[in-house]
């Protein structure tokens, strides 16, 4: 399986500030036939179930606003949030599509400092 | 506007059986793999397995902690996938999501299923 390992567990940042999650998998997700990259990055608000907001690595899903950006490839990803707003408070999870046994990282928890 | 709803969660002892289903609508249930979710109390998302889309022969696929003991079928004609969880562990606590898997990542969950394995 391959294993998804993000950093860090949590971190606070003020409001307006830029929110940087990274994530690394054990082995390439990256399928050389298409060139993309099978990751997609999720938030989940509490008591909410997950919501798709980042494809393909870096492609943002439909109404999911532009200060969400993905980036990276191969193993090494990240999420970043441009401007945080009092709304993005969530757990953050990638995971991997490009296998069978699809397979989430461990999430990452964004607070407000 | 796609729409998954979950039903049949509940309380049951170990060993016993239960099943969820997931009722579909706003999209061409049969062109689309369904996966199961879960989600522990307190903790992160774990990938329960799928059963694919008609054009791939509605086969399936499952996570090795569930393999053998959890079945994913799906009936086109009404909508509905449907996740069969035999010799339940306490270890499967766990709110269950439907998710449409739809090549991309799961671009739409319901809402989730509580499960509670106890005695």
């Known amino acids: 399986d391959i294993v998804m390992t993000q950093s860090p567990d949590s971190l606070a940042v003020s409001l307006g500030e830029r929110a940087t999650i990274n994530c690394k998998s054990s082995?390439?997700?990256?399928?050389?036939?298409?060139?993309?990259?099978?990751l997609a990055w999720y938030q989940q608000k509490p008591g909410q179930p997950p919501k798709l907001l980042i494809y393909w690595a870096s492609a943002r899903d439909s109404g999911v606003p532009d200060r969400f950006s993905g980036s990276g490839s191969g193993t090494d990803f990240t999420l970043t949030i441009s401007s945080l707003q009092a709304e993005d408070v969530a757990v953050y999870y990638c995971?991997?599509?490009?296998?069978?046994?699809?397979?989430f990282g461990q999430g990452t928890k964004v607070e407000i400092k | 506007e796609v729409q998954l709803v979950e039903s049949g969660g509940g309380l049951v002892q170990p060993g016993r059986s239960l099943r969820l289903s997931c009722t579909a609508s706003g999209f061409t249930f049969a062109d689309y793999t369904m996966s199961w979710v879960r989600q522990a109390p307190g903790k992160g998302l774990e990938w329960v397995g799928f059963?694919?889309?008609?054009?791939?022969?509605?086969?399936?696929e499952y996570a090795a902690s569930v393999k053998g003991r959890f079945t994913i079928s799906r009936d086109n004609s009404k909508s509905v996938a449907y996740l069969q969880m035999n010799s339940l562990k306490t270890e499967d606590t766990a709110v269950y999501y439907c998710t449409r898997d739809g090549g991309r990542g799961f671009d739409s969950w319901g809402q989730g299923a509580l499960v509670t394995v106890s005695s």
């Open positions: 082995q390439s997700v990256l399928y050389s036939s298409n060139n993309k990259n099978y």
């Open positions: 995971q991997q599509y490009s296998t069978i046994l699809r397979t």
């Open positions: 059963v694919r889309s008609e054009p791939y022969g509605g086969t399936t």
